[in-house]
């Protein structure tokens, strides 16, 4: 079975910096395309930022666009998003999807998230 | 950007009632549309993807249709544990994706 696993998330101030990580099993990692997106409390889905299996390509939402950066170890099959500059409207739980072929596509298994909480 | 609609944005319905869910793109998107389903603290779940393919192990009173700039989620005839939030996805040229604002499925 494919699982996926979010862990990284915390408590910080605005300005500050976090890296959270998703570490996949049950499927080829570096055949799928992965994504990350996110569940601000009590409002909808936003999609943050995906990139190919083989990691050459990376794609931003324009929110998130030159203060977070994704990658991905194919090696120890785990992605991850580097967070810079947070914001309190950053503050969400974020999930990792993976989507259902090599290039971003529908995601077909997530993971449970990761708690974001920007606060002074 | 390619901007998501639905609606409605809440509806109430009965066990057995046959739902229909519209979402609407502001640029023709091909087939290039997915629907979710989310429970109350949970993940999402994918439904429906290319607009009509059912994902593996959905139950067939699921269905979507539509191409271009309009789509629906029919759930043909609602069942308990499908009380939940909708939402759908369009990922475009670019490899963006967008997700739509959700519809919430209550009891009535």
């Known amino acids: 079975d494919v699982q996926l696993l979010e862990s990284g998330g915390a408590l910080l101030q605005p300005g500050g910096t976090l890296r959270l990580s998703c570490t996949a099993s049950?499927?080829?990692?570096?055949?799928?395309?992965m994504s990350w997106v996110r569940q601000a409390p009590g409002k909808g889905l936003e999609w943050v930022s995906a990139?190919?299996?083989?990691?050459?390509?990376?794609y931003y939402a324009d929110s998130v666009k030159a203060r977070f950066t994704i990658s991905r170890d194919n090696a120890k099959n785990t992605l991850f998003l580097q967070m810079n500059s947070l914001r309190a409207e950053d503050t969400a739980l974020y999930f990792c999807?993976?989507?259902?072929?090599?290039?971003?596509?529908?995601?077909?298994?997530w993971g449970l998230g990761t708690l974001v909480t920007v606060s002074s | 950007d390619i901007q998501l609609t639905q609606s409605p944005s809440f509806l109430s319905a009965s066990v057995g009632d046959r739902v229909t869910i519209t979402c609407r793109a502001s640029q023709g998107i091909n087939t290039y549309l997915a629907w979710y389903q989310q429970k109350q603290g949970k993940a999402p779940k994918l439904l429906i993807y290319s607009a009509s393919t059912l994902q593996n192990g959905v139950p067939s009173r699921f269905s979507g249709s539509g191409s271009g700039t309009e789509f629906t989620l029919t759930i043909s005839s609602l069942q308990p544990e499908d009380f939940a939030t909708y939402y759908c996805q369009q990922l475009d040229s670019s490899l963006l994706f967008t997700f739509g604002p959700g519809t919430k499925v209550a009891v009535k």
């Open positions: 999807a993976k989507s259902r072929v090599r290039l971003p596509s529908a995601f077909d298994s």
């Open positions: 990139i190919t299996g083989s990691g050459a390509t990376t």
């Open positions: 049950g499927f080829n990692f570096g055949s799928y395309a």
